[in-house]
Each structure stands twice: as structure tokens, then as C-alpha cells.
């Protein structure tokens, strides 16, 4: 790979030799490039050779497009995007993306050619790797990846609680080990750990009692997110709050 100051030299080369035509002392450009062409140039890093006509004028057609940068050699016009996907088909291939976008690049692919978005073989698989690689799609991904953030990230305490257990370590009573479970409880705005507690069953009566347990510490969720429980044992009634004692009203967003 050549390096910054080599491509520099190359590209000061090429300016000077199409210089005269920019300055305006060119009348017959086609003949300026024959004429040029028609002994050896010394280029930096590739010595002493001959080019053609058509590579001068080439030159000459990279400046204007590009201006010094074009005359460096490897300089691609279209760096950044795919010469391949033009605007239209970028457009649908996002619309697929953002609905599934999670999904794999190789998926996103097949999935392009069984809605006959592409054809098989109108593009690589590499060509659209570098395309959802690009700095504008990854922020697809990244955006839905916040949205699903944001359904459980609340700003106050005590607006959602997450209930969890854990197996713990078996105690030893006798000749027999008994097992232990943790419950514990997290405030989502906070992060602090609320209450935490082990028991020997993970019934509805030990969910009952480290619930109780936070409340009293901490004061009353206005929403609770716990694993899925069977309904044989999780009580329909629990979702009647006047059977347990809770707080007042007043510590529902205080912690004591």
C-alpha cells in the first residue's frame, strides 16, 4: 500500500503535467496529450514510463471531478457508498431492514430475492454486508435497539419494580439438604435493590411476604415486572391489594 506521502508526489506529478491546460495555454487539448505522451515521464514511486494519451486525459477528467484528491492514486469518487445500489433500491433494501432489524445480513439477503427487491446475482452478498455496515444503517439497528430500551426505563423511582429468584445454596439440617430460593426486588430508575431475601419454598406465600417486605422499606410500585408464573401457583387474588397491608399513598414515590 502506498503510503500518504508517496500518493501526494504522484498526485503533484499528474497536476503539473495537466497544469498548462487549467492555466488556460492549451488550445488543442487532444494534441497537448499526444504530445506529452509522447516521451517518458518520471513518476514518483513508478519511475520512468510512458502513458497514453487517454490516461493524461483521464487525468485532466479526475481533477475536474475530484479536484487534487482524484489524482492520488486508489481515489474512488464513490467512496462511502455502493456503486451497485443506486438510491431507489437503497431505499427499499432499508425498508426491509427496519422491519426486521435484528435479523442477519445473510436473511436480510434472502429476503430481498423471495420479495423480488433484487434478482439473484444482481448483487453480492459482500455488496450489501458493506452497505448495512455503513454509518447511516447501523443506526437502524441501534434506534430500535432504544426503543425496546425505553418501554422499560422509567425517570422516577418507584415507577417500576423488577421481581426476580434465584437459586440459592442448599442447607444442611440433619441427614438432608434442603434448598434455598432469593427474592429480590430492583427500582428500574434507581437500580437499587429494594429488598432481598431467601426462603425454603418459592410459593405465593414467600412472594407474599418479600413484597410486603419491600413496600414497607421502600413504598408502593406503580408497576411490578416479575418471570411468568403458572396459574396454579400464583393465586388469581393477588392482584387484590386489600387483603395485604401497603403504605399510604403519600410514600408511593418516596424511599424510607
Partial sequence: MLSDEVRNAI??????LISPILNGQVNNRWEYYVQISSTPIEMPYYGI?????KTIES???DYMRGGLDALKPGYRADKGSSRKIDAELAEKILEVKKAYPKAPNTVIY???IEDGIVKEGQISLTTL?????SSNCKNIQETEEKKEIKRFAHQYINELWYGDVM????IQEGRKKKPTYLMAYIDDASRLVLHGEFYYTQNFEALRHSFKEAVLKRGIPALLYTDYTEELTMPKDFHNADQYP???EKHRHSFC
Fill in 11 to 16: 498526485a503533484l506529478k499528474r497536476f503539473s
Fill in 49 to 53: 514510463r510512458k502513458y497514453a494519451p
Fill in 59 to 61: 487525468w485532466y477528467c
Fill in 110 to 112: 434472502d429476503k430481498l
Fill in 129 to 133: 454486508y458493506r452497505f448495512l455496515n
Fill in 167 to 170: 437459586y440459592g445454596p442448599y
Fill in 246 to 248: 401497603v403504605l399510604p
